[in-house]
């Protein structure tokens, strides 16, 4: 597509904000997801990122359903504290842009975002093409990654992944951490097309870390196609938790007990198997340190603030409900555990009158999302949900409060249905309506979460 319609006077320079940059970007292509790597080719050429990746440095692409945000900050860790200059690609972000981009653990600044868009823009004007948002930020990620010359790059797909852009460059490891419906409109609406997909990360004899024990024969095909070893979980590796600080993982060669990170043992378990299986040096004791450093905002994150009880989780389709959930109820029957011990403790008048400890949902999600299935996970689970707190998110795909409201009330029996405008105004009634003693879960969807923490942090500055 020529962009022969845009006028240059609306290019921002590189004296411009990261929010201009980032506003400009939005609006230069037709459609805000446009899979296909045709138009992005010739610019990642021209700017030289395919190459660099190639001959510079050992690259893990992380692919699948659910959980590719804590497997490839976990690998990135490992490679981090193994003393590897280590680039970090993730999307979308909670609260910055910046978040998208790490190295060695850091943000990378405006300035070198800024610098690094000026670049992409003028590599794509060139080649006359336009790109959507998510190109031109992940081209602007790799290019900043090159210019680095980081020796580790772990880069997340963001959608699918044969057609998706993080697919021009060549891994060296793949991992796939699940497979389940979703994205249907771009994916397909089965676990064999969509899986087909995921494994178009493949190359010809690379390893794949497959981290489910069920695997769509689609994706064995593409292995097959490929030659690439295939180290599947339940088979070829396991873990176990041996206490709510330790865990044990295997695989044919070893067996370690190890501290428990802040994240979920699937998806820790998914990436120590990738980096052991790397040529990568990376010992036990740099292991132990990732494990114990490791964490990322909104993958079951609890937290206490606003003299409330806070739990954070970017669940947005049926399987990461299903995960959350597996987490979710062990957390609930030892919160309220540790209630109980500090009445005991602390007993009063206030008390004997003060209501059971509940669950109050802060809620919203996209409304290209199956919501019915996860709002009839959430209303089946046997949670004691007393209250349900909703909001439109400010987000261009965002379900309406009453599309949310309407699915709601086809579930849910025994507890109220709070309608907001904004998800500030809806976070802010849910510290006002909730006890100290309840816990908040916050789901379904990135934007959730993103609004919700800037709204506590609006609070905390006023």
């Known amino acids: 597509m020529s962009d022969s319609s845009l006028s240059t006077s609306t290019t921002p320079t590189e004296h411009s904000s990261l929010t201009e940059w980032l506003d400009y970007m939005q609006q230069i ?22 190459q660099s990746a190639k001959d510079d440095a050992y690259v893990f692409t992380v692919a699948g359903t659910n959980g590719k945000g804590s497997t490839t900050a976990v690998i990135a860790q490992m490679c981090q504290a193994a003393g590897y200059k280590t680039a ?44 959507s948002f998510f190109e031109m930020t992940t081209l602007a990620a790799l290019l900043i990654f090159a210019e680095a010359d980081c020796d580790v790059w772990v880069l997340e797909v963001g959608l699918g992944g044969r057609l998706d852009v993080v697919n021009i460059i060549d891994p060296d490891m793949a991992v796939i951490t699940n497979i389940a419906i979703d994205h249907v409109d771009w994916l397909g609406d089965n676990v064999e097309d969509i899986g087909r997909e995921k494994a178009g990360i493949l190359r010809d004899g690379i390893t794949l870390v497959y981290g489910a024990t069920a695997m769509p024969a689609s994706v064995q095909q593409v292995i097959d196609t490929h030659q690439a070893t295939c180290y599947q979980a339940g088979q070829d590796f396991d873990y ?32 120590l198997s990738a980096v052991l299986a790397s040529p990568l040096n990376i010992d036990k004791k740099a292991i132990e340190q990732a494990l114990q450093t490791v964490k990322l905002a909104g993958r079951f994150d609890y937290r206490e603030t606003h003299n409330r009880h806070w739990l954070f989780d970017v669940a947005h389709n049926e399987q990461g409900v299903e995960f ?23 007993q009063s008048s206030n008390q004997a009158n003060r209501k059971p400890a509940s669950i109050k949902m802060l809620f919203s999600m996209l409304g290209d999302k199956d919501i019915n299935k996860v709002v009839q996970r959430l209303t089946e689970a046997g949670l004691p949900i007393s209250d349900w707190f909703i909001a439109e998110i400010d987000y261009p795909r965002a379900a309406s409060t009453e599309q949310l409201q309407s699915i709601l009330a086809s579930y849910v029996d025994n507890a109220q249905i709070h309608e907001f405008k904004r998800l500030s105004e809806a976070t802010d009634a849910v510290i ?24 506590l942090a609006d609070d905390d500055l006023s």
């Open 29 to 50: 292509h037709v459609s805000a997801i446009d899979m296909g790597l045709s138009r992005v080719l010739p610019v990642a050429e021209a700017l030289g990122v395919v």
């Open 88 to 131: 970090l690609y993730q999307s979308p972000h909670l609260s910055i842009f910046n978040e998208r981009v790490r190295i060695n653990g850091e943000m990378v600044s405006d300035e070198t975002l800024i610098d690094a868009f000026s670049k992409v823009e003028a590599a794509r004007l060139r080649c006359a093409l336009t790109l």
């Open 240 to 271: 176990r938790e041996v206490d709510t600080d330790v865990w044990q993982y295997s695989n044919a060669a070893v067996t370690m007990q190890l501290p428990r990170a802040a994240l979920s043992l699937t998806n820790t378990a998914n990436a």
């Open 324 to 346: 959350l959930l597996a987490q979710l109820l062990p957390l609930w029957q030892q919160h309220l555990a540790t209630q109980n011990s500090a009445d005991a403790l602390n």
């Open 432 to 455: 006002n309506d909730s006890q100290a003693q309840d816990l908040i879960v916050v789901c379904g969807s990135f934007h959730t979460i993103g609004e919700a923490l800037a709204a």
